[in-house]
C-alpha cells in the first residue's frame, strides 16, 4: 500500500497562504477515510464480490482559483497490479472533474478525446472528485462514492468545531 499526499504551495503573492486546498480537507483526513473504507470494502463478507483486492484512488479538489489540485492518491496492492489503475483513476479523475463524464454508470462516448479512459467509475460530488480504478466499474463508483461522502461530512465535522465558527468569522482564518 503506497500513499502519496503532499500539499501544493503556493507562491509569495498568494496571501502568504501554504496549502491552496480548502481548509476544512487535508490530505492527512482523505488518507485516512480512504484507509477506512478500502478496509470497509475489501476486508468483510463484501471481498468475495470484488474480481481483485487492488485498486488506486485519485481525489481532486478545487485550489484557490478553482482549478484542480490532486489532494491525495492512494494505491492498494500495486505489487500485484496488472494494469496501470493509477492512470486509470486520473484518467476517470480528469474526465469527471471537465464535466466529461457525469459519474453514471457508463462512459459518454461524444466527450471521449485520444489517451481518455473508456472506463468509469468515480463520483463528483459538491466540487470534490473521487475516481477509483482497480474492481468492477460499480465497484469503482461504489468505493469512490463513500469517500466523497465521508470527505464532505468529515469536513463539515471539522468546520463545526473549529474556532472559525465558534467565533463567528467573516472570514475563515481570521481567528488563527
Not at 478545487?62 to 486520473?90: K, Q, T, V
Not at 461522502?149 to 472570514?171: N, P, T
Request: hydrophobic fraction near 35%; include cysteine; charge should be negative.
Amino acid at each position: 500500500m503506497t500513499t502519496s499526499c503532499t500539499p501544493l504551495r503556493l507562491g509569495e503573492n498568494d496571501m502568504d497562504q501554504e496549502i491552496a486546498t480548502p481548509k476544512f480537507l487535508s490530505p492527512g483526513t482523505a488518507r485516512e477515510i480512504v484507509s477506512l473504507v478500502l478496509g470497509m470494502c475489501f476486508d468483510t463478507i463484501m471481498e468475495p464480490q470484488f474480481k481483485r483486492k487492488q485498486c488506486h484512488i485519485t481525489i481532486l479538489v478545487p485550489d484557490r482559483d478553482g482549478n484542480p489540485h490532486m489532494l491525495c492518491e492512494y494505491s492498494l496492492n500495486e505489487e500485484l497490479w496488472e494494469w496501470s489503475y493509477r492512470l486509470i483513476a486520473r484518467s476517470k479523475a480528469k474526465q469527471l472533474w471537465e464535466d466529461r463524464n457525469d459519474g453514471g454508470t457508463d462512459i459518454v462516448p461524444h466527450l471521449l478525446f485520444n489517451g481518455d479512459t473508456p472506463y468509469w467509475g468515480g463520483v463528483k460530488r459538491q466540487g470534490i472528485v473521487v475516481a477509483c480504478s482497480g474492481v468492477q466499474p460499480w465497484f469503482d463508483k461504489m468505493i469512490s462514492g463513500i469517500i466523497a461522502d465521508m470527505l464532505i461530512a468529515m469536513a463539515y465535522e471539522a468546520w463545526d468545531k473549529s474556532k472559525d465558527k465558534k467565533d463567528d468569522v467573516c472570514f475563515i482564518g481570521e481567528s488563527e
